[in-house]
């Protein structure tokens, strides 16, 4: 029974994905792209055509799922949700290899960012906005999207959630869990109306505006332009794709508590301090770095504060947004965007990486041990949001980060196989894990990962879908005890 009614849900979700595609076939339509509205229609109808028998052959009693089975249920979802999205690109042949449609698709509802795609002026604009909106219903979940429709079903949520939401620490925004879902699609809506509306009023087509506010907010880095951000060469928009990416970087929950006036529970909370202050000193740095060296990025103070802090925001939230000639800046500011891969969003939002609040348990746990050097019988805790933390918190970022570290490496050896060069090799795996998409150098460069061999992007591929679903809930069924 239990298997009957994940098998439902699996069906579900790819019913949802394929009527998704629903505005990408209005629009092929609209602009007479008839290979693209050929591939979406074909998709949509077999999607929904092989759905329609399942849904009905297994309607079952209400079940609730155990935690183990939200884990299986949220990886087949994500794996089911990127293959299905790859049929467009391959059913088309404007990516006429498996594989590389595969490595796109799983790219976007990864929110990864990196590209086979080398020229965008010659993909259909059809295929462009299909290619951001997988950015969009990844960025917040698609599982979370079914855990607002379980009711209907009769299935209990919360363990679809854990195993969904990003971040070492789970809050419920209401004590219903899918009025916690319907409650982070309806900001997740009205952040992205708001930001597209803004790009418009600063100079974009409605199109392209569209475009990257699905990116933006999803904190993906998908653009309709091969230059991306730098194609536009205006403040105003940087300005305004900055700010939304910084808040897309941010806590829904805490997003909401915004919203509720409860000021003081953002204020105190250890992950937002330390998130505000990594983006005030990571820019701030920069911007004296690019000034120093006499960068042409920086003939003024507003442009070097602008370029600073645009890809301050865009690593650190992990959306990969280029606005201007990054690659030249000199060693020390790239030292700084850098680092910024290490560490990530915020817990809770839909940027990827570690994650500021793991990044602030172990500082604080090194704090420990240094004053039990002092006071060998001092008796010291973590302390998060003026609380005492748990203890077993530590234990699972130490784990948690520990296994990052090896998935970097294994993807630095797996990418090296290639004959890529180990930096680059290094970087590849690193951006792909973090999902951040945009590299030093020539890494994140469409060429690259086109030219990489296909048993290397199908690793990688993996890789993008295991940091998206913070490593556990990828990782937990190689173990034998998992099966048991």
Not at 70 to 99: E, H, K, N
Request: proline content about 3%; glycine content about 8%; overall charge positive.
């Amino acid at each position: 029974m239990k298997r009957r009614a994940m098998f439902r849900l699996l069906t579900l979700l790819v019913s949802l994905v394929a009527l998704s595609m629903a505005a990408p076939l209005l629009l092929a339509l609209c602009l007479g792209e008839i290979a693209m509205a050929k591939a979406f229609g074909l998709t949509m109808t077999a999607a929904l055509i092989f759905s329609a028998p399942v849904l009905i052959a297994t309607r079952s009693q209400p079940i609730r799922f155990t935690a183990s089975d939200g884990f299986l249920l949220v990886f087949l979802a994500w794996v089911g949700a990127c293959l299905l999205g790859a049929v467009p690109y391959y059913v088309s042949q404007y990516i006429p290899d498996l594989t590389n449609a595969v490595y796109e698709s799983v790219s976007g509802f990864t929110t990864t960012g990196s590209s086979i795609i080398t020229d965008l002026n010659v993909m259909p604009r059809s295929l462009i906005f299909w290619r951001a909106e997988t950015h969009w219903l990844g960025g917040m979940g698609m599982v979370v999207l079914t855990v607002a429709l379980l009711p209907l079903l009769g299935v209990g949520g919360f363990q679809l959630l854990k195993a969904e939401t990003p971040g070492p620490g789970k809050e419920r925004i209401t004590p219903k869990i899918t009025e916690t879902a319907k409650l982070l699609w309806l900001m997740y809506i009205i952040l992205t109306a708001v930001e597209a509306l803004f790009l418009f009023l600063a100079g974009m087509n409605v199109f392209d505006a569209v475009i990257h506010a699905f990116s933006t907010i999803a904190t993906g880095g998908f653009s309709s332009r091969n230059e991306s951000i730098a194609y536009y060469q205006s403040p105003s928009i940087e300005w305004i794709i900055t700010i939304f990416m910084i808040i897309a970087g941010f806590n829904f929950s805490l997003l909401f508590r915004i919203i509720q006036r409860k000021f003081r529970e953002v204020y105190y909370n250890s992950e937002a301090r330390a998130y505000m202050l990594i983006i005030l000193a990571a820019g701030i740095l920069t911007a004296l770095s690019l000034s120093a060296s006499g960068s042409a990025d920086a003939p003024d103070t507003e442009t070097t504060l602008r370029h600073s802090f645009f890809y301050t925001a865009s690593i650190l939230t992990t959306t990969g947004f280029t606005a201007a000639g990054h690659k030249l800046w000199p060693a020390l500011a790239q030292g700084i965007l850098f680092l910024l891969m290490w560490i990530g969003g915020c817990s809770g939002s839909t940027a990827g990486g570690i994650k500021v609040v793991r990044h602030v348990v172990l500082f604080k746990q090194m704090k420990n041990e240094m004053r039990k050097i002092i006071f060998p019988r001092g008796v010291f805790s973590v302390r998060l949001n003026n609380k005492v933390g748990r203890k077993d918190v530590v234990y699972g970022v130490s784990g948690f980060i520990f296994l990052y570290l090896i998935l970097i490496a294994l993807g630095a050896l797996v990418t090296a196989s290639s004959g890529l060069d180990f930096y680059s090799s290094f970087s590849v795996s690193l951006i792909s894990i973090g999902n951040v998409g945009l590299g030093l150098g020539q890494i994140g460069s469409p060429a690259v990962f086109l030219a990489l061999p296909g048993y290397v992007k199908w690793f990688l591929s993996f890789l993008m879908i295991a940091g998206r679903l913070e490593l556990w809930t990828a990782l937990v069924f190689l173990t034998r005890d998992y099966w048991r």
